[in-house]
């Protein structure tokens, strides 16, 4: 399922990745069909996680030789290593090997994304068009965000959009609430709207010679 849902999200991104090959069990290459992107995913499967110079040379080595060829290959290339725990929490035993892969700079950018088996569980429960309505629900974010690492729906769903680099998270447009009527509220309610009300009084009969406006104030104010 993992798989099926990473060829919808990459197809349906800016990018449109479309299928070259797909090896073996272990490993799915793609290539950017949009114009506009000259890029290249490689989704790997690992029983455990190794070193990053063990990973490259893997990879090169299963690389059809149309895509290995290619002068951008090794520059413009995300690989995306799927690992699985037993236990999501089990993760926390992982944390060198995963850092040591992703900050590695040589040969390709690489992402682990890792699951339980419960989150595939879950992961085959969902619609895959439904996943990015679910990055926006907030009450089910608060619930994730109380416990990382309980599996649940939000969790993978995360995971997945973190670590794949090409997809944007989706969000709701809104409109801006009036600046200056905000500012309106916050001096009425700290009662300085008076005050504010009586400099640009002020500022629309002396303009902005600023001396002249303080000098106008406390006329004003000795007046009264």
């Known amino acids: 399922m993992i798989n099926q849902v990473i060829t919808t999200l990459s197809s349906n991104s800016p990018c449109q990745f ?26 790997v499967h690992v029983e455990k996680l190794m070193q990053p110079s ?3 040379h893997w990879v090169l080595a299963n690389t059809p030789d149309e895509l290995r060829e290619l002068p951008a290959f090794a520059k413009n290339t995300d690989v995306v290593v799927l690992f699985e725990l037993e236990n999501l929490a089990d993760i926390v035993n992982y ?8 900050e590695d700079a040589y040969s390709f950018k690489k992402h682990v994304l890792y699951y339980s088996r ?13 996943i990015s309505d679910l990055i926006k629900n ?5 619930l994730y965000k109380q416990s990382p690492l309980v599996e649940s729906e939000y ?10 680099p090409f997809l944007s998270v989706p969000v709701d447009e809104s409109e801006l609430d009036n600046p200056c009527m905000l500012a309106d509220i916050e001096l009425q309610e700290a009662g300085l709207l ?13 303009g902005s010679n600023y001396e002249a406006v303080v000098e ?9």
């Open 194 to 206: 008076e005050l504010t009300n009586e400099f640009e009084s002020v500022l629309a009969s002396v």
């Open 118 to 130: 419960a989150e595939l569980t879950l992961l085959d429960k969902m619609e895959i068009n439904s």
């Open 54 to 56: 063990e990973l490259n």
């Open 138 to 142: 907030q009450s089910k974010f608060s």
């Open 18 to 43: 479309k299928l070259v090959e797909q090896a073996s069990e272990q490993f799915s290459f793609y290539r950017a069909a949009s114009p506009n992107y000259q890029r290249f995913l490689v989704v």
């Open 95 to 102: 944390e060198s090997e995963v850092f040591s892969l992703e």
């Open 155 to 164: 969790g993978i769903a995360s995971r997945i959009f973190i670590k794949l």
């Open 216 to 224: 106008e104030y406390i006329r004003g104010k000795m007046a009264n």
